[in-house]
């Protein structure tokens, strides 16, 4: 039995937002924006916009009924521009028309007056003139001014890391539809339904029960529309709100792009302290986030950068501090991996550069302070279940290092204008949203009378096939076949106050629910068949395969007839779980505790070829021992791993977010801002699954698999370095990603 | 403009007056409710709203695929349109069915552009391979699988499919249920259509589009277009008293194909492939490409270095114009009003002679050149007779480097010779810092492509060592 969902994508059958039939007198909306990137706003002008035929409301702010405020953990974003704008692309009136093609010609037309001010792009000079969102945060353990005194190797640096575009497929959209008694009904494609609902109530001035938030599945969302698609529903809400017509707003692919928040680029400083056989002693590094104009979610995205700061390493004295930078950029965002990448990234600069001064390989001080079990990270959590050692011994084995880099050496002997570069990558990330709170789930659970069965989540359906990993949860305490089970829209009608797909943790998380919930109902059901047919309380009653069985012996009533009998006897065939992981929580005054509920390891190899003539490369393969866990979904779970690499590997090489000095995007067109294609694959991935894993804290014994291979990806940056020092063996090459062909080209002929 | 535009789509015949210039994108969604074409860019660059477009040729229907969304409804006159939904079957299809094993989808969005690829890929070649199917898919853009999962079913259906070569690729398509049965009635379909030739004169002209239909599509729904249209039976590409002629109409994959050029150019399927996407490549033309006059066009900078003329016409007048003297600042050229560019000339690659082409970009394919340039020359008695020297993206048209051009000729090519006609090169070029690149990157990479050039002419003469 295949896939749902994708049986459904291959046939052009799968609905988006895009997609719904819409009724009669829908009104389509086109969102006006700012095109400066700090400004007053002295006075807008939209009657001329208005005459335009076919225009039916244009909204500004202060047609908001509610506030004007769609800030989610920190309240500084408005929803509309009113005085001031603070980014390129701001939002600042949205044109409601009959088509949309009237909508963005009258939009032309509006007409605004500003009075500009000096922008900040830069997240040091933002630091300089105090625009942090919140306090420096600084996560630390033992001392390392004391440590620096015991090291025989200091170096220091600075990293510099990229934004990087989302690019789901499927751009930012909504549609409301005004119901009865004043409520509104949206159709979102959101990361976060709830949080989409709460936002929309807001600016609605509504209690939470009267805006319902449905979301079908996403065409993509790598953290992208986690916080970021409430803008859209939000302005749909209004739109419909005001207007008592159902509005549809779908942003096009270039406005999505400039008026959307990318992975927040950082500048970073490190240092690094070890002794002579290659055992780091310390590390002090500090984060300069380039958060954007509002919050959104870069405060928890820097607490993961800070306790990702030391990768899968052990370090016992750190330092890091994280300074949250308000600039004139769109609101950066959530993106697979969430402040862990950057983090990361600047841990192995500081290795590669440590490695390079102490004349070896980065490789023998990876190996040499890789986690072992016990170990204590800067945050006072232990390192459980580590299997950092585990991984990277299976991948020195099974991938053969050694001969790796022979290869490349003989190649790079043979080869004038080519050179070959590897590179090893360990990872180590947290599982668990990093606010406690959050780490909670529900599950609803009917069975209907003729036994087919729907199931209500919190989980948003986005290509990582929650959905099936769901429906094989409820397929295997069910023991029926998947075709009976069908997984609902994430409504928060039906299930409330979730917490967003993300961090993920979506199929534990929700798949823990509907564990329990389908387990509830196996429990109400055994009692009935034991009542039924009279068995007693010592009789093993068991569901396998659609049958029933007690003690073994096969009892006369299949699933669909058990479902019918209990029905008419006045079971519950409905359940509701919660589900919350247990033995978490994290002091944020002292920044000490057990953040996560687990960790995932892992450890990849990567080549690649670089054309030392024009500058370009190719990776020739990476290979990855992985730590799933025990999967239950291989096909789904290989998926993530190898798409995540490959939006890994896309941040460190071509995907360059790029901004001017005024803060006005120029890489705004999928012409300009490139990610991979077919071509710039690697031609091998190889994804090995790390043997004898157990996870008792992940559902049915796996491990969460969305953003962990990702910063694999970070292996090729090191991997084209290596490679261009073979060309280059005097030149120093800076740590600044994207390492595009143009730094490339620069960084080995650029004197 | 009302015209009436028929054609089929998928298995229905479609008989519409809507704006010509609408496109096939928002028709197909809008008006037929057809929502499994999806829009991911209006740009042609990331394929999700890919379809596949079949014209009568010789009782055949020959199948290409493009991008709908820079496509205008007129161009399905007489045709077939077929979307994702043109392909279902009651169960899956081998492609759909190894797709979903293969966990080759996952969000879903780009999944149709994919698989219509892939289907086109099937439906127009005789001979399948797992190389050539997947250079199929060089117009699609999907985020979420890293593309192994593509490849890994690629291969698979590849494999899969026998051909007892008896049968048309169409036939067996059907009975592999790739395809299903109403395929094989399309061509006598097609041939009782009766397809009015309706384009008339309006104040936009369009060959091809994609780029008009990337910059200006809303515009172009509220003009009078004219859009040139070639009938298959037109020829493209000729030779007359040692030159080589090409209408403008040619589309870039007719000149990748052309078995002509290739004999003269023998890389030049290589060349071409860096040239947009295949859908891409199917539909912009020779034409399109060089009064775009985009100062990155890769035709352009291909026919510079052929020093190809321009044969332009307005009504029954005729006029001639060197390609290296038609530009004349960006996005200016020297064509009259109502002039159309017919055809493009050169003469054909002479005795002793060389071709290079270079092109470098973020991402090496579907992507707009950084800088690209190429290079003719001939030699005699080891010293250069002839030379045209092209470079794209570093001044505000493509240009010809005539300085160079003359510091070359009559000189023994040698390292230091080059070393200084890079020199040479620089003198002539003003490049912008952009999104694709800074001004100082510009330089250094025409100098390192100009050695390129020589590098890979001469590789007994010319070594990197020697010239930078």
């Given amino acids: ?751 | 403009m009302k015209v009436k535009i028929h054609f089929i789509c998928n298995d229905q015949d479609v008989v519409t007056d809507v704006n010509p210039a609408m496109t096939v994108l928002d028709y197909v969604r809008k008006n037929l409710n057809l929502t499994g074409t999806k829009e991911g860019c209006r740009e042609g660059d990331c394929g999700a709203c890919t379809v596949l477009v079949g014209e009568l040729h010789d009782k055949t229907v020959l199948y290409k695929s493009l991008n709908s969304c820079l496509l205008p409804l007129v161009s399905l006159n007489g045709k077939h349109l077929v979307t994702i939904e043109g392909i279902n079957q009651k169960e899956l299809n081998p492609l759909q069915s190894t797709f979903v094993d293969e966990g080759a989808s996952q969000c879903g969005f780009c999944t149709p552009g994919f698989l219509m690829s892939l289907t086109g890929y099937f439906l127009s070649n005789n001979i399948y391979s797992v190389d050539s199917a997947i250079n199929s898919l060089d117009g699609n853009i999907c985020r979420c699988t890293g593309y192994a999962s593509i490849k890994r079913s690629v291969e698979k259906v590849t494999e899969g499919i026998n051909r007892n070569g008896k049968d048309s690729n169409h036939d067996t398509l059907v009975k592999t249920k790739i395809l299903p049965d109403y395929f094989l009635t399309i061509p006598e379909r097609l041939a009782a259509m009766n397809p009015l030739s309706n384009m008339s004169i309006g104040e936009v002209v369009v060959s091809g589009g994609t780029d008009l239909f990337v910059q200006q599509w809303e515009n172009l729904v509220s003009k009078e277009v004219w859009f040139l249209e070639r009938e298959q039976s037109i020829k493209n590409i000729w030779i007359d008293s040692g030159e080589c002629f090409i209408d403008a109409r040619t589309t870039i994959s007719e000149i990748k194909s052309s078995l002509l050029l290739n004999k003269y150019f023998p890389q030049l399927e290589n060349y071409f492939q860096y040239f947009g996407s295949l859908p891409i490549r199917n539909r912009a033309t020779v034409g399109g490409n060089i009064i775009n006059a985009s100062p990155i066009g890769d035709m352009t900078i291909f026919l510079l270095a052929m020093d190809a003329k321009l044969h332009l016409k307005k009504e029954k007048n005729e006029r001639t114009v060197p390609l290296n003297n038609f530009y004349t600042g960006y996005k200016q050229f020297d064509k009259k009003d109502n002039e159309l560019l017919d055809s493009i000339s050169f003469r054909l690659p002479g005795k002793n002679s060389h071709f290079n082409y270079e092109k470098v970009s973020k991402r090496t394919f579907l992507d707009i050149a950084i800088v690209n340039t190429a290079i003719y020359l001939e030699e005699e008695n080891l010293k250069l007779k002839e030379l045209h020297l092209s470079a794209g993206g570093v001044a505000p048209f493509p240009l010809y480097l005539f300085k160079t051009r003359e510091f070359l000729l009559n000189k023994i090519i040698s390292s230091p010779l080059i070393k200084e006609a890079a020199e040479m090169v620089q003198t002539e070029i003003s490049p912008i810092s952009d999104a694709r690149g800074s001004a100082e990157y510009k330089r250094l990479l025409l100098r390192q492509l100009f050695f390129a050039h020589f590098i890979k002419l001469f590789p007994d003469r010319i070594s990197l060592e020697e010239v930078v």
């Fill in chain 1, 1 to 751: 039995m295949k896939n749902y969902d994708t049986t459904r994508h291959v046939r052009g059958e799968s609905m988006f937002a895009d997609d719904f039939l819409l009724p009669e007198g829908t009104l389509f909306a086109s969102v006006f924006d700012s095109s400066i990137a700090h400004g007053k706003i002295l006075s807008i002008d939209v009657s001329e916009a208005y005459k335009y035929p076919g225009v039916k409301k244009i909204i500004i702010a202060k047609d908001i009924p509610g506030q004007n405020q769609i800030g989610g953990i920190i309240q500084d974003e408005p929803l509309l521009a009113e005085n001031e704008v603070h980014f390129c692309g701001q939002p600042i009136a949205i044109v409601l028309a009959e088509n949309l093609l009237i909508a963005r010609a009258a939009k032309k037309r509006i007409k605004i007056e500003f009075e500009e001010l000096t922008p900040i792009t830069d997240p040091r000079e933002a630091y300089a003139k105090g625009m942090l969102i919140i306090p420096p945060r600084i996560f630390s353990n033992g001392n390392v001014n004391e440590a620096w005194t015991r090291c025989d190797v200091i170096v220091d640096g600075t990293v510099e890391t990229g934004a990087q575009e989302h690019l789901y497929l499927e751009t930012q959209g909504a549609i409301a539809f005004p119901t009865e008694g004043n409520g509104i009904k949206i159709i979102s494609s959101t990361q976060g339904p709830t949080a989409t609902q709460r936002a929309a109530c807001k600016v609605l001035g509504l209690p939470m029960h009267q805006v319902e938030v449905d979301v079908m599945r996403l065409g993509g969302g790598f953290g992208g529309k986690e916080d970021q698609a409430n803008a859209w529903a939000a302005m749909a809400a209004v739109s419909a709100f005001v207007t008592k017509k159902p509005v549809k707003l779908i942003l096009p692919r270039q406005e999505d792009m400039r008026m959307t928040g990318k992975r927040h680029p950082y500048s970073i400083d490190f240092k690094i302290g070890l002794t002579n056989e290659g055992k780091i002693l310390a590390y002090e590094v500090t984060y300069f986030q380039n958060a954007g104009a509002a919050a959104d979610l870069s405060t928890p995205i820097l607490d993961r950068t800070l306790f990702h700061a030391t990768n899968s390493y052990f370090v016992p004295n750190v330092k890091a501090t994280g300074l949250c930078c308000r600039t004139n950029l769109p609101p950066n965002t959530a993106f697979r991996g969430f402040g862990g990448p950057q983090a990361m990234f600047a841990m192995e600069a500081a290795i590669y550069k440590a490695a390079k001064q102490m004349g070896i390989d980065a490789s023998v001080i990876q190996e040499k302070n890789l986690l072992k079990e016990g170990d204590e990270f800067h945050y006072g959590q232990l390192a459980e279940n580590s299997k950092a050692r585990a991984c990277w011994n299976e991948a020195k084995e099974k991938f053969k290092f050694g001969e790796i880099k022979k290869n490349v050496e003989i190649f790079n002997l043979e080869n004038k204008l080519n050179k070959k570069g590897f590179a090893c990558i360990p990872i180590c990330f947290g599982i668990s949203f990093t606010n406690t709170f959050m780490n909670q789930a529900s599950a609803l659970v009917h069975i209907y009378s003729d036994g087919s069965v729907g199931i209500s989540t919190a989980a948003v359906e986005m290509g990582q096939g929650v959905n099936e990993k769901i429906r094989l949860v409820a397929a295997e305490i069910f023991s029926i076949d998947k075709s009976k089970i069908k997984i609902e829209t994430t409504n928060t009608t039906r299930v409330a106050n979730t917490s967003p797909t993300a961090a993920s943790s979506a199929a534990d998380l929700n798949g823990k629910a509907t564990e329990l919930a389908c387990k509830n109902l196996v429990g109400r059901l055994v009692e009935f068949v034991k009542n039924e047919f009279g068995f007693s309380a010592s009789n093993k009653i068991e569901f396998k395969d659609g049958l029933i069985f007690c003690d073994g012996n096969k009892v006369d009533l299949s699933w669909n007839e058990l479902i019918q009998r209990a029905f008419f006897k006045r079971v519950n065939l409905s359940a509701h779980a919660h589900y919350a992981v247990p033995g978490i929580f994290f002091d944020k005054d002292k920044n000490k505790g057990n953040a996560f509920a687990y960790y995932s390891f892992g450890t990849a190899v990567v080549e690649v070829t670089v054309d030392c003539l024009r500058g370009t490369y190719v990776v020739d393969s990476v290979k990855a021992v992985h730590d799933f866990g025990k999967s239950f979904a291989n096909v789904i779970d290989r998926g993530q791993a190898e798409g995540a690499i490959m939006q890994g590997i896309g941040w460190m090489t071509m995907e360059e977010v790029i901004y001017n000095s005024e803060g006005k995007l120029l890489t705004d067109a999928l012409s300009t801002y490139k990610v991979p294609d077919i071509h710039s694959a690697p031609k091998e991935i190889e994804v090995h699954f790390l043997e004898n894993s157990e996870n008792p804290l992940g559902i049915f014994n796996s491990k969460a698999i969305g953003e962990p291979p990702l910063m694999y990806g970070i292996g090729t940056f090191f991997a084209i370095q290596n490679a261009m020092k073979a060309f280059r063996p005097e030149k120093e090459f800076q740590f600044f990603a994207p390492l595009t062909p143009e730094k490339v080209l620069l960084g080995l002929y650029k004197e």
